[in-house]
């Protein structure tokens, strides 16, 4: 039993220290690669702690990846060169700057409350009304950091943050986030909000409060999110659509072709779809593949992913995974009558 929990850590944790390594050994320009994979690991993962526990699909996450990432990228700019390039920042944004490690914990710490914040009302909604509300946030929350320059550098790129994610940080990070999440499923905590997922009535009638499972969960997954991404602003300069639908697209497909009730599905999910993603952006900027020139049309890469999304929907609801941890076990069969579809309970 205990050997078996294990493996349910270390198989996520090897997929991510085997890419960090393919990563440190690989040339200057696919290095970047390797790094985003594993920044995408990390809110992939984020994500899971709440969708893939609760069963409550959230398109809004990605806001939390955005302030984290405002948080750390204002924080970090050389407090000289604010007045040049955030001149509108209020004066405590202004007047204090702090190294890499500090804006991380900072990050995920707003990231954490504005979740918790926005929480508070959401959490008490579910289905298709909860999926709704959490995409207003992601509206909300991109117009304030595009158009209010009192936080930050609003519609511009941010420059002058330092470029502190590299393989070894990016990878730290992603082990740091599968390890909380590791730790939050298997904790009392985990168990219960898994309980509401497969069956809310009969959670209720034990005496657990949905409510409050969902708005841990959400809050420690805001944190987890906002820790990502001060490690996304520190790994490029980044503006409002970097952090916006295209981001909540990919981190959403990721999740949902690796398996969105597992965390091996996550980390599976994450490394797979960063892969393909990344061969699909050097065809569209021209790939020779063995003598033979690729040049795709620009988009194809959220075409592809798109649809491949659809296809894992239909062919294997559950993932690529299953919806399954790691396991050296054969799975159980189907029960005699099971949910064709994969449904998750909300």
Known sequence: MRSRTLLRLTGPAVLVVAAALLGAV??????????????????????YVFVGNSGVLSFGHVSFVAVGAWTAGVLSVPRSEKPAIMQYL???????????????????????????????????????????????????????????????????????????????????GALLVVGAAFAYQTSRFGRLLRATREDVAAARAVGVSVYRQRLGAFALSGALAGFAGGLYVHLLPINTETVYLDLTFITLAMLVIGGMTSLWGAVVGALAVSGLDSVLAEAENGLDVGGIAVDLPAGTRIVVVGLLMALVLIVRPGGLTGGRELSLRRPPRAPANPNPRGEMES
């Open 26 to 47: 690989a040339s200057d320009s696919t290095e970047v690669y390797f790094v985003n994979a594993l920044v995408a690991v990390a809110i992939v993962v984020a994500l």
């Open 90 to 172: 209020f004066p405590f944004l202004r007047d204090h700057t702090v190294g890499n490690v500090p804006s991380l914990l900072l990050a995920a710490a707003v990231g954490g409350a504005f979740a918790l914040l926005v929480g508070l009302p959401l959490m008490r909604l579910s289905g298709l009304a909860a999926g709704i509300a959490t995409f207003g946030v992601l509206e909300i929350t991109h117009n304030i950091l595009r158009y209010y320059e009192r936080i930050g550098p609003g519609a511009n790129t941010f420059s002058s943050v330092p470029e502190t994610t590299g393989v070894l940080q990016a990878a730290i």
